[in-house]
């Protein structure tokens, strides 16, 4: 691996993602502002990366540009073999329907269905029946402990509890890349530890890889690589439990 | 994905209720205010309706059925002489002083008819015979004037009251469709008639008609009109004639008009404000959906059958609220009061668009939504 986050020799033919040379700038004219200046990232399969560095680095925008919902101003991005930014508009969001799953830092679960019908939703999209998708999601609930509030509605539910449904959510539609943003910022220290022990087991699936945006450092234990972000640039990158380089 | 935009609807208890009660008020507005507004040009044609004739002869420049212009007597035997005229007779009609036995005056509408054929009598005979007019000074009064004459105690089959000094007895109780006027109606033979109102030169207020098998009526009052000169129209285009003046005289049509589209308005404001809410409330929600993998024509689906939904329970509740009204308040020919499916059709179309117009603001909303909306904190 070289210090601008690509995978090299053999890693290289299992990534699932390869960001090229990525630019994306936000405004016109004088107002204008760069926020990522040529990123260079690879993301193997199997692979568990945190994103991190100080807000305003562009990890959230990198992010949103690797899942295809911000349009890059230059450079190459390629997600399961796809180059997202020739995708048509309707293309991209089947491509996010069918392979990528998302946890967001504000849940954003609709406060009107319970939680199995909340992790199902993923599923209603896809046009699964609505028997056989709430079935699918109970099991993935019961497996992250939810099997007692299944029908509990998000209000109702505390942080960790609506986390677990959106990781659920996440999940149920088996998707080979999962991309989180800050999915710990609003648990506590235990809770936290115990949903990113969740995300890395999933990320360990030898055909999938987990993107991970997070300012919490407590949790760079559960990486396979940690990627620094600074000024709109990858910087520095720690492998596993080593020192960045 | 209905069954999730539907629990999304359901489940914001306050603001599904708050778009019910705007479609449903704006619905009941319509049909209730397009049903007596009906009503009303009903009443304005029951002077055509309540005699039942295929042809109306009348004065050249006549522009409503109550406008009375007399023709001369002549008039009848010269309809009669236009090829494709099957029958031909006079029709007597005014409004004259009824004096009752207390010594209180009420004003009536004469109808005098045919007395051989009894052509122009009223569709149904609630008490004694209409063929009783042919006896001495008889007549046959409706329902209103049962009432207005003194109730059904004292004005009854035999009862006897005067018009215009004129002793007459009653001979027979008859339905009748209540006028724009709300005049009772008092029916007599036409001859009966010209000897109880005052002496003028002309009396005959019409001709009616019919053609013979293969003519139609709107032929025959063709033939009438170029071959006499008179005004000659079918109880149709008569009717319409007098639902056209009374729009163009009266400003009904505009007082009703301007609460129809109030309730249009208000019912647009209401759903409209109330569904932008919503999108607003929800569109971190809508932008997860997007990320996840929506589509935006999955989500405008979603947002036109929340719409649809609503619209269709506030069209039954209106309309059902609509017509409790017309059953309690208009019983009994109080009020006018007609429901039409034309109507009822109107005012589907027009929550159609009610509903249309309140998404389209919502779903350009969320056409516009950047998904990316869900990755700020």
């Not at chain 1, 760069?34 to 959230?60: H, I, N, Q």
């Not at chain 2, 339905?175 to 036409?190: H, L």
């Not at chain 2, 929340?306 to 109080?334: E, K, N, P, W």
Request: with cysteine.
């Amino acid at each position: 691996m070289n210090q601008t986050g690509e995978l090299s020799g053999q890693e290289r033919s299992h990534w699932l993602v390869r960001a090229r040379g990525v630019t994306k700038s936000f405004g016109e004219g004088d107002t204008k502002i760069p926020v990522l200046k040529g990123v260079d990232l690879d993301v193997a399969s199997g692979e568990v990366l945190f994103l991190v560095g100080p807000s305003g680095s562009g990890k959230t925008t990198l992010l949103s540009v690797i899942a295809g919902i911000l349009e890059s101003d230059d450079g190459d991005v390629r997600v399961l073999g796809e180059s997202i930014q020739e995708l048509s508009a309707s293309a991209k969001t089947n491509f996010r329907r069918d392979h990528l799953g998302f946890i967001f830092q504000q849940y954003n679960l609709l406060p009107t269905l319970t939680a199995v019908e909340n992790a199902a939703v993923p599923l209603f999209i896809q046009g699964v029946p609505k028997v056989e998708a709430k079935a699918r999601a109970e099991d993935i609930l019961k497996t992250m402990g939810m099997g007692e509030r299944l029908m509990a509605l998000p209000p109702k539910l505390s942080g960790g509890e609506q986390q677990r449904v959106a990781i659920a959510r996440a999940l149920v539609a088996e998707p080979q890349l999962l991309l989180c943003d800050e999915p710990t910022a609003s648990l506590d220290g235990e809770t936290g530890h115990r949903i990113v022990e969740q995300l890395c087991g999933v990320g360990k699936h030898p055909d999938r890889a987990v993107i991970i945006v997070t300012h919490d450092s407590r949790i760079f234990e559960f990486g396979d690589r940690v990627v620094h972000m600074e000024d709109g640039r990858v910087g520095q990158i720690r492998q596993g439990q080593g020192d960045f380089i | 994905m209905n069954f999730v935009a539907l629990k999304m609807l359901f489940g914001d208890r306050a603001k599904y209720l708050m778009l019910l009660a705007g479609l449903t008020f704006s619905t009941m507005l319509i049909v209730q205010q397009g049903s007596i507004f009906w009503g009303l040009m009903t009443w304005s044609q029951s002077g055509i309706t309540n005699i039942n004739a295929p042809v109306w002869v009348t004065d050249p420049n006549i522009n409503q059925v109550e406008e009375i212009k007399p023709l001369a007597d002549t008039a009848v035997n010269v309809v009669r002489s236009v090829p494709g005229v099957e029958w031909a007779v006079p029709l007597y009609k005014g409004v004259q002083r009824a004096r009752l036995r207390d010594g209180n005056y009420e004003q009536i509408a004469l109808v005098g008819i045919d007395s051989s054929t009894l052509i122009g009598r009223p569709h149904t005979i609630i008490e004694g015979r209409i063929e009783d007019l042919r006896a001495p000074d008889t007549v046959a009064i409706d329902q209103l004037a049962v009432q207005r004459l003194g109730g059904p105690d004292r004005m009854h089959l035999g009862t006897t009251f005067e018009v215009n000094d004129h002793l007459v007895k009653v001979a027979a109780i008859v339905q009748a469709q209540k006028s724009f006027q709300n005049f009772p109606f008092v029916y007599t033979t036409y001859e009966r008639a010209l000897g109880i109102t005052p002496q003028v030169r002309r009396k005959l207020s019409y001709v009616l008609a019919s053609p013979v098998e293969g003519v139609s009526p709107e032929e025959l009052a063709r033939r009438i009109h170029e071959h006499t000169g008179l005004g000659a129209f079918t109880e149709e285009q008569f009717g319409w004639k007098t639902v056209q003046w009374i729009l163009k005289n009266t400003g009904i049509g505009v007082n009703f008009g301007t609460t129809v589209l109030l309730g249009f308005v208000v019912g647009m404001a209401i759903a409209g404000q109330t569904f932008y809410l919503f999108t607003i409330e929800n569109l971190r929600q809508f932008g997860a959906l997007k990320a996840i993998g929506a589509s935006t024509g999955m989500l405008a689906r979603m947002i036109l059958l929340q719409s649809f939904t609503v619209g269709l329970i506030g069209y039954g509740l209106g309309i059902g609220l609509a017509t409790l009204f017309g059953l309690t308040t208009a019983r009994g020919g109080r009020l006018p009061f007609v429901e039409t499916w034309p109507l009822l059709v109107g005012v589907g179309v027009a929550l159609l668009m009610i509903c249309s117009l309140s998404s389209a603001i919502s779903i350009r909303k969320l056409a516009k939504l950047e998904p990316a909306v869900v990755f700020r904190g």
